[in-house]
Structure formats: structure tokens, C-alpha cells
């Protein structure tokens, strides 16, 4: 195939012109203008430098391609395509700023070590040379002939030029990465010194449940103050969410039964009674008519069936019927419609393509031509099979041509195109036709056929069960009543009233706006609820009800706080600093004790917290103080004076006290040139992504998207 073609055998590769957008907004851009002017399609900055609405659409649809090959959701990557544009920009300047350029030829110097291209063989000639020019060709013909391809190829190009600028920055700023003489033999001397210490330690979580200590707002405020790069946050919102599922009821799962009952053994109303599942002579159209799910005419593999029947369908008979029984939230009904062994072919063809096919380039014969020119050769093929290879030197397809026109034991799961499948299920070996798919008109002889396993075709006629109007009206009922209790009431009021009524509650406390998820919801209706919580008439409090379309659910949302940019709300990270916090009120409280009691010895400060004495042996390099990493432990072991007591060191687990008994020195082997390398391996390792969020907590990022959709919204309104 065409190495243009292995391209295009992966979409999410390619960024066509697609009309995804981020926000309502977004297809609108005449309100956009009245509030905009003549820029209504910058949706930030990266250091002055622009993010266009058509670039952050490109890298979503990308990101949404991935996820669909994936098996993944779709929704909820606005803010990672936003992220990863940040990231480009700030990579795109770090590549100009080291004097490089992404000129034509550089481009194409690099692109062999691109991801998409590198552990690609196909890319590859024998010699192991990248095929540049046959490359360059295939992207040329596509501009003269296909202009929406070549257009797609245009926006590949870019996010490979970005992974290219990155791939040249980061190997050139690696490579700066040393290690000193002075430096190696300092952090030798660091691993071979030991210090032998006796020490008490009081430790956080033992001392925090004999004393109770309250965590403030205002002393989480002051450790983020102490850390603003750590906590320097975008907008987000603090949401409280309870969710009423509007579950079918008992009534509604008897309601399902007797429906599908009635269908497979009754009769239809339709029919006046007289035709069911059972007896219908047409069962695809029987299931078409009255089953939630579509008829499926493939032949399917046991395991492809629902588990209720796997186990039975080797035996059954064609027309024998199973159920009614239950899979998940249905009820179904199943038919042996037939059965038949899945054939795998062995097959060759000549694909004589024409102008204007993916399989053309070069072509000029127009498609009647091309079909002319197939018929003929068909004739003679079908007339003479021993000819075929006579006609090889005209196929368009050169791989398959290079093997005698063979493409291998194929079975109907093959991916090839529907009508070649089609032909290959339905002729006996020897068989020789002409058949027309989108790569041109293909001469197919079927060499051999072998019978593989068993395929069932199964007709399932299913009933979902649903949630009846009075379901969704009892759901309805208990929101609005919760929704009353809470009005106007404190956050601590309706968490507590949720958790009394057992009632489904998640609070995302830095929800941003372009996330599309809520965490602990995952509905249709996250991003609406992100807009709502968004909107700039939102105050404290707020609260509203929404109902997610189609299943009758109930959503109860309450506002318990709004992040601007600038430093974290503490509120909004306690979960994650809570600990630390009180820790270090732990650590003043014990440090204060110690200095109160003026104890002179470790004895003394053992008694005093109803520990024991313990020993150890430390150094620098590797500050392991009993199974815990300890650096500031390690330091003070070091920094004491032989037999002198320490003051108390606020560690990581807890407060230490600690006499130094020896120092000695433990040489390790290993010259210092294998050490020296050694370290710098290391931090050449860690040094890239600390790096990059280095770049990005200290650039200057612009974002508008929150300032367009509120202005949009009161154009609109």
C-alpha cells in the first residue's frame, strides 16, 4: 500500500476540517464580533503568542479520535486539548529561542524519528532508509488531486512538527545536564559517610490520636502563602452534587416481563394477536418492528452471544427460542436463526484503479476505462486461470502483485472492504470475478477455502426496563423536596441532609470549567451544570435542579465556592494538605513540650511521650532514618557535635531528637568517573518534566474562554 496510506489506516492521525467546538459560542461568530471586534477566534495567549479557536479544534478532534480508537469517552478532553496547545507554545518557543527554525528542509531531515514514522518498517526501505521522496511524492499528488487530503495532511504536519521542536529541545537542554568534579566527589563523600545515632521519635500519627488538633481555614491559607508556585491555581468551582437515579421500580420490571412475554408467546397487536415471536415466518423484521435493539444479520462466535445462552447454543436447533431472560437492565429473548462453519479464503486479485482513487496515484484512466480494462482481463482469467499472472505488471496494488497476487488466508473478520468480503463469502473455490470497491475494479480468484469454526446467526428480541412516568414523578417528587429543604441553607446543611436520606453525594471541589466531567457524576448534563456553576450571576450558595434527558434522573447541584485565578482556595485543596498542615502544627506542639520541659537527655523525652529510645545509622546520599526518608534527620546527624543532644527536627513522620555517637567512613566501589555518570544519568532522567512544569508555572498563559462564553451569554440572553 501507499505510505500514505498507512496514514490514513489510522484517522486519529489526521485533523480534517472538522467543525467541533469547545462552546455554543463557538458556531456563532457574528455575537462573537459585537463583543470582539476583529478578533473573535483567539481563545488565549502563551507568552503573547496566540491559541486560534481553529488550532484548539484541530488538537480535540485529534484527542477525540484517540479516545474513539480507544474504546474511551469522547467528552471531557476540552481542557487536555487546551493543556497540550499550552505545552506546544511554550515548546515552540524554547525551539526558537535555541536559534533553530522549523524550515521545509529541517522538517524533512527529522521526520524519520518522529513517533508516527519510527517504528514504522513500512517507512523503511531494505537498506533501512527512510523513503523520503516517495514520501514527498504521494503528499505532492494529493495537492494537485485531492485538496481536502492534502488539507488534512497540512494539519498533521503541524502536531509533527511540534513533537519534532520538542524531541530537538529536549535533547539539546539534556545535553547540558553535568555533573562537576567538586559535585561527584561531594556527593561521594556524602554516600560513604555514616553518622551512628541514638534517637526518640514522636511520631505525627501516634501523637495525633492522644491529641486532638484542628486544621483551620486560615492555617491552610497561611501554608499556601508559604507556597504559591505549588498553588497557584486557574478558576474552578467548588460543587456539591446529589443525584436522584430514577431507578425502574419493581412494578416497572414486571411491566418489561409481561410486555416481551406477550411478544414471544402472545401475539402482537398489530397482527391482531395472531403473530409472535415464536411463529413469525420473518424474524428480522418481527425484531425490527417490536425489539429495543436492531436485528444483527452477522454470523456471530458463542462468545459474541449474551452469557445466558452461550453455554447452549452449540446444542439448539435451528428455530429453538431461549428466555425470556435478564441481561443487565433488559429483558430478551433469543432465536437460533441458522448456523454455518466460517469459512477462511485464500485468494489473489489484480486491482486495476483509475483517477482520482485512493489506489490511483499516477493513474490516468478514468473509471469507465478502468472497468473496461477489467472486464477484459476477468474474461480471460475466468476462461484461463493459469493467465492470471500474465496480468500482474497491470495491478495498482504492487505489494500483493510482488507475491503473485496473494493476499493470504482471509476470514470475514479480515478487515477488507464490504464487497470484496462479499465475494469471497459467497463463490466456491476456483471462482474468478471483477469486483468494484473505492480503490478501483478488482479481478478476485478464490484459491482455496477451508471450513473454520462455528458462527451463529442469533435474532434477539429485547425489552429495556424502563422507568415508568410515576418512577420518574416519585424521582421528581424527592428532589424538589430536597431542593426546598436546602434553599437558602448552609453547604454543612445540605451534605447533612443528603447523607441522613442516603441519597447519592459527591462535592468536586475545583471543578474547571472546560473539564465536561464532573467527578462522582459522569452524565449528559456535566457540562451544562459546569456552565451553570460558571456563569458570572452565580453567588454562594445558588443551588438548581437538573434532569438528565432520557432516563428521568435528577441532578441537585449547590455553589460552595468560586476560584479565580491567582492562589488555591484553601478550602478547595484541604483534602489534599490537610495532613501536611496538621503535621506541622503537631510538630510546633511537640517542639514546644520538649523546650518546656528542659530535658537534657533522650531518656528524658521518651518518658515525657511514652516512646522508647531507638538507634540507627545514617548518611547523607541515601537519608534512611528506620524505613522513613528522613533528609532533614540525616542533616542534623551531620551538623551536631559528637555526644551533644539536638534540638528537636521537624521530619517528615514525625519530630526527632538525636545524639551523634561516631562518624566513620564506609568507601564504596566504584572509580569516580563511573559515579559521575552515573548521577548525571539520573538527573538527566528526572530533569525533563520537571523542566517543562518549571516553563509553564512560570509562564505568562492568558486565558479567555471563561471571559468569551459569559460575554457571549449576555449577548445572547
Known amino acids: 500500500m501507499a505510505i500514505l496510506g498507512q496514514i490514513r489506516s489510522k484517522p486519529w492521525l489526521l485533523m480534517g476540517v472538522i467543525a467541533l467546538a469547545l462552546l455554543a459560542f463557538l458556531v456563532n461568530p457574528d455575537s462573537i464580533d459585537k463583543v470582539f471586534g476583529k478578533n473573535p477566534d483567539v481563545l488565549g495567549k502563551v507568552n503573547g503568542e496566540k491559541i486560534t479557536r481553529e488550532e484548539f479544534n484541530d488538537q480535540l478532534f485529534v484527542l477525540q479520535q484517540q479516545a474513539e480508537q480507544q474504546g474511551r469517552p469522547k467528552n471531557g478532553l476540552e481542557e487536555q486539548a487546551w493543556q497540550l496547545l499550552v505545552q506546544s507554545k511554550l515548546i515552540k518557543q524554547q525551539f526558537e529561542k535555541l536559534g533553530f527554525e522549523m524550515t521545509d528542509d529541517y522538517f524533512w531531515n527529522q521526520i524519520q524519528y518522529d513517533q508516527m514514522f519510527a517504528q514504522n518498517q513500512q517507512f523503511f526501505d531494505e537498506k533501512g532508509n527512510f523513503k523520503t521522496q516517495e514520501l514527498k511524492k504521494e503528499i505532492e499528488t494529493l495537492q494537485n488531486t485531492n485538496p481536502q487530503g492534502y488539507s488534512q495532511w497540512l494539519k498533521t504536519r503541524k502536531t509533527i512538527e511540534y513533537r519534532l521542536m520538542a524531541r530537538q529541545v529536549f535533547t539539546n537542554i539534556s545535553a547540558g545536564i553535568t555533573t562537576g568534579k567538586k559535585e561527584a566527589e561531594e556527593l561521594m563523600k556524602e554516600r560513604d559517610q555514616l553518622a551512628d545515632i541514638d534517637f526518640v521519635k514522636v511520631d505525627y500519627a501516634a501523637y495525633l490520636q492522644k491529641t486532638k488538633i484542628n486544621v483551620s481555614t486560615e492555617d491552610l491559607a497561611n501554608y499556601i502563602k508559604q507556597h504559591p508556585v505549588m498553588f497557584k491555581a486557574e478558576p474552578s468551582r467548588n460543587i456539591g452534587i446529589v443525584y436522584f437515579p430514577s431507578k425502574p421500580s419493581a412494578a416497572d420490571d414486571a411491566a418489561a416481563l409481561k410486555e416481551i412475554t406477550k411478544l414471544y408467546s402472545g401475539g402482537t397487536d398489530a397482527s391482531g394477536g395472531a403473530e409472535n415471536f415464536q411463529n413469525t415466518k420473518n424474524d428480522s423484521m418481527f425484531v425490527t418492528a417490536n425489539s429495543d435493539m436492531p436485528f444483527n444479520p452477522q454470523y456471530v462466535t458463542p462468545t459474541q ?7 447452549q447454543i452449540a446444542t439448539a436447533a435451528v428455530g429453538q427460542t431461549f428466555g425470556p431472560y435478564k441481561e443487565q437492565n433488559f429483558y430478551v429473548v433469543s432465536k437460533l436463526v441458522n448456523k454455518k462453519t466460517s469459512d477462511s479464503t485464500l485468494s489473489r ?37 493459469a493467465k492470471f499472472t500474465e496480468f500482474l505488471k497491470l495491478s495498482n496494488d504492487p505489494n500483493s502483485a510482488a507475491q503473485g497476487g496473494s493476499l493470504g488466508w482471509t476470514t470475514p473478520e479480515t478487515p477488507f472492504v464490504p464487497e470484496f468480503l462479499t465475494y469471497l463469502a459467497n463463490n466456491p473455490k476456483g471462482a474468478t470475478g471483477v469486483v468494484e470497491t473505492q480503490f478501483g475494479y478488482h479481478i478476485i ?26 418512577t420518574e414523578t416519585e424521582t421528581d417528587r424527592k428532589a424538589k423536596k430536597f431542593i426546598q429543604q436546602i434553599q437558602g441553607k448552609s453547604f454543612n446543611d445540605f451534605v447533612n441532609v443528603a447523607k441522613k436520606d442516603n441519597y447519592q453525594f459527591s462535592n468536586p471541589k475545583a471543578a474547571k470549567r472546560f473539564e465536561g466531567q464532573l467527578q462522582g457524576l459522569g452524565t449528559e448534563k456535566d457540562g451544562e ?3 451553570w456553576a460558571f456563569d458570572k450571576k452565580r453567588s454562594k450558595g445558588d443551588t438548581e435542579l437538573f434532569t438528565v434527558d432520557g432516563t428521568g434522573d435528577r441532578i441537585v447541584v449547590y455553589l460552595n465556592g468560586k476560584q479565580e485565578a491567582g492562589l488555591a482556595d484553601p478550602e478547595s485543596v484541604r483534602d489534599q494538605i490537610e495532613v501536611i498542615v496538621k503535621n506541622k502544627l503537631a510538630a510546633k506542639q511537640i517542639s514546644d513540650k520538649i523546650a518546656g520541659a528542659k530535658a537534657s537527655n533522650l531518656d528524658q523525652i521518651a518518658k515525657l511521650f511514652a516512646t522508647s529510645k531507638q538507634s540507627a545509622q ?3 546520599l541515601n537519608p534512611s532514618v528506620a524505613g522513613a526518608m528522613e533528609p532533614k ?12 543532644l539536638s534540638n528537636p527536627v521537624e521530619g517528615g513522620t514525625g519530630v526527632y531528637v538525636l545524639i551523634k555517637k561516631s562518624e566513620t567512613v564506609n568507601k564504596q566501589p566504584g572509580d569516580l568517573k563511573q559515579f559521575t555518570e552515573s548521577i548525571t544519568q539520573r538527573n538527566a532522567g528526572m530533569f525533563g518534566q520537571a523542566w517543562m512544569k518549571s516553563l509553564q508555572d512560570n509562564a505568562d498563559i492568558e486565558d479567555y474562554r471563561i471571559e468569551i462564553w459569559n460575554k457571549v451569554g449576555n449577548q445572547q440572553q
Open 633 to 644: 534527620v540525616a542533616g542534623a546527624a551531620f551538623g551536631v557535635a559528637k555526644g551533644k
Open 445 to 470: 480468484n478464490i484459491e482455496d477455502k477451508k471450513s473454520g469454526s462455528m458462527g451463529y446467526k442469533v435474532a434477539n428480541l429485547v425489552k429495556e426496563i424502563k422507568a415508568s412516568d410515576a
Open 618 to 620: 545514617v548518611n547523607m
Open 529 to 531: 451544570i459546569l456552565a
Open 305 to 311: 452471544l449474551p452469557a445466558t445462552i452461550q453455554g
Open 349 to 385: 486479485h489484480i486491482l486495476i484503479a483509475f483517477k482520482g482513487s485512493p489506489a490511483g496515484e499516477g493513474v490516468t484512466r478514468s473509471k469507465e476505462q478502468a472497468k473496461k480494462l477489467a472486464d477484459s482481463i476477468g474474461a480471460v482469467v475466468k476462461a484461463t486461470p
